[in-house]
């Protein structure tokens, strides 16, 4: 016995962090067994929340089964985007503390191996989901939570109220100086029943003009007919004489946006894609500093928000070994904690900088920074 402690203290075991199929392919199915289980019981539950919400009003409408699946299905994709992260560290929690129940940590660590080795499957995943993650915000997302809107109202609304509903649309420029009425609305053809307004600097009111019709052309910029113009006077108060023109045209120059920026704009801004938020951004150079702010934060923090998922898994690991010996309900509440802690702050943070009081990268990136930071503290600290 003497001779084989003496044998391991001169020849300690090396660390191993080459490829182990055996071991890695069963780490990996533990993993997604635990978390195909979470994630479904998560879905199960927001679906519930949205059948509970929205279920009488396609009922009282008498909308035809299909239908009313098609809505909730579109509804999905939104739910999974928050179901994602919540369900990858409970899920390394649940795999990490099963494995020192039964006692395979230990013999995991003591064959060379460290948990930060054993839980490389479970980083793999992590990496993937985070991509995944971010595609559904990106480019799913905004389509089918569009598409559930739209559905919903012409379900549950007579036909003008939904023909308004998706024709009708105002438009107040970023840097305050147009405000845009359409009666109909065509991002690709033209816009029927247009009034458009122009604001001096101050914000007094410089002129409007009222037309049967507009379309925007790549080269002439804004051509509208049949119109109506009206100046007003310096405080903007009083109308002057109005004149009518058979056709009126506003190059790039005097008004810079587009079909496209008009309808991007209208929308929230947590609904549109990182492109498009970043090429409003470049287009507007006198946005508004609130606009700007708040079009900021947004940016980076859809950036962040996907690699919650990557940042469950990591700080999943320490906290599973750091209650390795307290059991599986101890790491269960400790993520339930954290991710709570995670989204409260990201969102106190995100709400700080849409006003101005923080910094747009501040709101948006460092409360993910801060809880990578504090997970790799504790994998040093715990040298895993």
């Known amino acids: 016995m003497e ?63 299909a239908r009313t699946i098609q809505y909730f299905i579109l509804k999905l994709p939104g739910n999974i985007r928050f179901v994602l992260p919540i ?11 099963m494995f020192g129940k039964h006692m395979e940590v230990t013999a995991m660590r003591a064959s060379g191996l460290s948990l930060m080795r054993c839980g490389c499957p479970i980083f793999i995943v992590g990496l993937f989901v985070t991509g995944l993650n971010f595609w559904f915000n990106e480019m799913l997302i905004p389509y089918t939570e569009r598409e559930a809107v739209i559905l919903k109202v012409a379900a549950t609304k007579s036909k003008e109220e939904s023909l308004s509903f998706q024709k009708m649309l105002t438009y107040r ?67 002057k004489a109005s004149s009518k023109l058979n056709e009126m ?23 549109l894609p990182i492109w498009v938020i970043w090429d409003v951004l470049r287009k507007t150079k006198n946005m508004a500093p609130r606009c700007r702010a708040i079009f900021e934060s947004v940016l980076w923090y859809r950036l962040a928000y996907p690699w919650s998922c990557f940042l469950a898994v990591f700080l999943g690991i320490p906290l599973a070994t750091k209650n390795e010996r307290s059991g599986i309900m101890a790491a269960v509440i400790s993520s339930i904690v954290i991710i709570v802690v995670y989204y409260v702050v990201s969102m106190g943070f995100l709400m700080l900088g849409k006003q101005g009081v923080l910094p747009p990268f501040v709101a948006g990136m460092l409360p993910t920074l801060g809880f990578i930071i504090f997970g790799w503290y504790n994998v040093v600290r715990n040298r895993i």
């Not at 949205?50 to 409408?61: I, M, R, Y």
């Not at 007094?204 to 049949?226: C, P, Q, R, T, Y």
């Open 249 to 271: 045209t506003y190059t790039r120059e005097e008004i810079t946006e587009t079909p496209t920026d008009i309808l991007n704009a209208v929308k929230d801004e947590d609904e």
């Open 87 to 97: 369900s990858m560290l409970l899920s390394c929690m649940w795999t990490m503390a």
């Open 3 to 65: 001779k084989m402690n003496l044998t391991t203290e001169l020849y300690p075991v090396k660390r191993k962090w080459f490829f182990l199929p055996t071991l890695d392919f069963y780490i990996f199915s533990e993993f997604m067994v635990y978390s195909c289980i979470l994630m479904l019981v998560f879905i199960v539950l927001f679906l519930l929340g949205d059948v509970f919400n929205d279920l009488s009003d396609f009922l009282d409408s008498k909308v035809p089964m």
């Open 173 to 239: 420029s970023p840097d305050k100086k147009r405000t845009w009425l359409f009666k109909y609305f065509d991002v690709d053809g033209k816009q029927n029943q247009a009034t458009l307004k122009s604001f001096r600097s101050d914000g007094s009111l410089e002129w409007d003009i009222m037309a049967d019709s507009s379309e925007f052309d790549s080269k002439k910029g804004w051509v509208f007919h049949n119109v109506t113009k009206t100046p007003y006077s310096t405080d903007g108060l009083m109308p």
